[in-house]
C-alpha cells in the first residue's frame, strides 16, 4: 500500500490572506515527506469566490514544492486539459519534470463546472460531452506527442500544429529536413525533453463508468473519488480488462489505479466528527448538488428517498475518519474489496486549523501507515 496526500487549498469564503494560505501548504508538505508520505497532488480550480479550490496553476504550486523537498513526489489532480493550450502544457510539465529531477507524475482531467471550462476553450464546456472527450483525447494526445518526439506534428479537429504557412529562415541555420521544407515548417520542437522517459507517469481523475473506460483505453492511470468498496471494485474490473487488452499483458485489478478518500485520525470517531465534520461536509454540499447522490451507490443499488448526504451516510460509504483503528479497518476494506494498492488522502478540509491539519498527518503516519505492509513506521511529531 502507497499513501500520498491531495490538496486543493480549500479555504471557504477565503478566511487567509491567499499568502499565509499558501505558507500553511508549504509546512504541511514538508512534514509530510518527514513522515514518509509517497506524493502530493494538487488540484486545478478557477473562478472561486466560495473557497473551494484556490490553486488556478498546480504546476507553478508544485515548482514551489519541489523546491522545499527532496524526495516527496509532486502531481496534478489535475491539470484541466480542456483547460489548457497543449503545447504549453507540454512545456511546463517538461520543465518541472527537470526541475525536480524526475519527481512528477501529471494527472488530467475534463472538468465537472460549467462555468469554468468556456472561459477557456467553448468546446471545453463539460454539458457538451461530445465536444468535450474530443478536446481532451487530443489535447493529450499532443502533449503526449510533444514530450515523446523529437519533432512533431498534429492535426484535429481543434489544433493545428505548426499553424498555416509558418516559415523560419535565418543566414546562421540553414533548412533543416528534420523540421522544414525549404523554410516551411513542417514539425515542431518542444523544449525541454522530460527528465523521465518517455514522460513523466500519466494519471486522469475519474468519476463515470464511462471516463473508467475512457482512461483504460488511452491508457492512463486511474484515480476515482467518490465510490464506495464495492462499486469500486467493478470499476477495478472494468479497468484491469481494458488496460490488460490495450498492453498485452494482465494487470492486477488494483494496479495502475488510486483512490482518495476524505481523512481524519483523531482519538476516537467522536473527535474526528467534532474537528472535521463541517470541513468534510462544505466539499460534498459544494459538489454533490452537480454530481448527485448516484455516485455513492453500489451496484444495482438506486438512490432512496430517505438517503441523506451527511456525515453518518459519508463514514459508511466513503470517509476514512476516527480513530487509527477506524481508519485502518476501511483501509483494510478497500484492500480485501477491491485490490487497492494507492490510497490519497484528502486532509486539509474546510475550516480545519493548520493544527489540526498537521495533528491529522502525523497520526495517520505514525498510527496508521505502520499497518500496512512495506510502510515504515513513522515519528509522532510533538
Request: glycine letters at 6%; proline letters at 8%.
Amino acid at each position: 500500500m502507497r499513501f500520498a496526500l491531495m490538496s486543493t487549498l480549500v479555504d471557504p469564503k477565503h478566511r487567509l490572506p491567499h499568502d499565509r494560505l499558501v505558507d500553511t501548504l508549504r509546512d504541511q508538505v514538508v512534514l509530510a515527506e518527514d513522515l514518509g508520505f509517497e506524493a502530493i497532488w494538487l488540484g486545478e480550480h478557477h473562478f472561486g469566490p466560495h473557497g473551494m479550490g484556490n490553486i488556478p496553476n498546480p504546476i507553478l504550486v508544485g515548482a514551489d514544492l519541489a523546491a522545499r523537498t527532496t524526495r516527496i513526489r509532486i502531481g496534478q489532480l489535475a491539470n484541466i486539459a480542456v483547460w489548457w493550450h497543449p503545447i504549453r502544457l507540454a512545456e511546463d510539465i517538461a520543465m518541472l519534470d527537470n526541475l525536480t529531477k524526475g519527481r512528477i507524475d501529471v494527472g488530467f482531467g475534463r472538468g465537472i463546472w460549467p462555468y469554468e471550462g468556456p472561459q477557456f476553450h467553448p468546446n471545453a464546456d463539460p454539458r457538451k460531452t461530445k465536444e468535450n472527450h474530443e478536446l481532451f483525447r487530443e489535447t493529450v494526445e499532443i502533449v503526449t506527442k510533444a514530450l515523446t518526439e523529437e519533432f512533431f506534428c498534429h492535426q484535429g479537429p481543434n489544433y493545428t500544429f505548426p499553424a498555416a504557412d509558418t516559415t523560419f529562415s535565418h543566414p546562421r541555420f540553414p533548412s533543416d529536413p528534420k523540421w522544414q521544407d525549404g523554410s516551411r515548417v513542417v514539425k515542431l520542437n518542444v523544449t525541454p525533453r522530460p527528465y523521465q522517459r518517455p514522460h513523466p507517469p500519466f494519471w486522469m481523475t475519474v468519476s463515470t463508468d464511462a471516463s473508467v473506460s475512457l482512461a483504460a483505453e488511452m491508457g492512463l492511470n486511474a484515480c476515482y473519488w467518490q465510490p464506495p468498496p464495492r462499486k469500486l471494485k467493478e470499476r477495478f474490473g472494468v479497468y484491469s480488462s481494458m488496460r490488460s487488452a490495450r498492453e498485452g499483458r494482465p494487470y492486477r485489478l488494483g494496479e495502475a489505479q488510486a483512490v482518495m478518500r476524505h481523512t481524519y485520525v483523531a482519538s476516537s470517531m467522536e473527535e474526528a466528527r467534532r474537528i472535521a465534520e463541517d470541513g468534510v461536509m462544505f466539499s460534498f454540499s459544494y459538489n454533490n448538488p452537480f454530481r448527485g447522490m448516484q455516485v455513492f451507490m453500489n451496484p444495482g443499488e438506486e438512490v432512496r428517498p430517505d438517503m441523506a448526504l451527511d456525515w453518518d451516510f459519508l463514514v459508511q460509504r466513503h470517509l476514512l475518519v476516527g480513530s487509527p483503528q477506524d481508519v485502518a479497518e476501511k483501509i483494510h476494506e478497500l484492500e480485501d474489496v477491491c485490490g487497492l494498492e494507492y490510497l490519497i488522502l484528502n486532509y486539509g478540509h474546510g475550516w480545519l486549523a493548520h493544527e489540526d491539519a498537521v495533528r491529522n498527518l502525523e497520526l495517520f503516519a505514525a498510527k496508521v501507515m505502520p499497518l500496512f505492509k512495506d510502510v515504515a513506521p513513522a515519528p509522532l511529531a510533538r
